[in-house]
């Protein structure tokens, strides 16, 4: 498995953008394919947007379509959450996850199926 810290969240007023920021160690990071979620108090954890491992392949829940862009840089062990056009419906607590196997083909959404989480960095959308 990889250990993955995010970084980048803060407060900003709604219509503005972050950079949510990854960090992985561990050798096979490159491997895996990866994604971010997001957790709003009294809901459940979420599926936001996900990369194969190579980056050629990304997928995004529907709320953040053209709003969002997931990328990575496997050179650096580093995925990112670029957010634009931010809604307060967009506060939450952000997770950045690895899959559990190496290899996997595409895009992988389920919660299930990653096995490397971080710490979490909280994003607050002000009107």
């Known amino acids: 498995q990889v250990q993955l810290v995010e970084s980048g969240g803060g407060l900003v007023q709604a219509g503005g953008s972050l950079r949510l920021s990854c960090a992985a160690s561990?050798?096979?990071?490159?491997?895996?394919?990866a994604g971010w979620f997001r957790q709003a108090p009294g809901k459940e954890r979420e599926f936001v947007a996900g990369i194969s491992s190579g980056g050629g392949i990304r997928s995004y829940t529907d709320s953040v379509k053209g709003r969002f862009t997931i990328s990575r840089d496997n050179a650096q062990n580093t995925v990112y959450l670029q957010m634009d056009s931010l809604k307060t419906e967009d506060t939450a607590v952000y997770y950045c996850?690895?899959?559990?196997?190496?290899?996997?083909?595409?895009?992988?959404?389920?919660?299930?199926?990653?096995?490397?989480w971080g710490q979490g960095t909280q994003v607050t959308v002000s009107s």
């Open positions: 561990g050798h096979t990071f490159s491997t895996r394919a």
């Open positions: 996850a690895a899959a559990s196997r190496p290899y996997t083909v595409g895009v992988i959404t389920a919660p299930e199926d990653f096995g490397s």
